[in-house]
């Protein structure tokens, strides 16, 4: 039985990579914030 879970690297950096939170205003939100990392 295959499991649930089929990782793949493209599709999770397309979903939550960096260009994925450049599009939207989290990176903005996350400098304003102060934070070290931006994104993972």
Do not use: D, E, I, W
Not at 1 to 25: E, L
Request: glycine share 4%; no cysteine.
């Amino acid at each position: 039985m295959k499991r649930t879970y089929q990782p793949n690297n493209r599709k999770m950096a397309k979903k939550h990579g960096f260009f994925a939170r450049v599009k939207t205003n989290v990176l903005k939100k996350r400098r304003q914030k102060g934070r070290k990392r931006l994104s993972k």
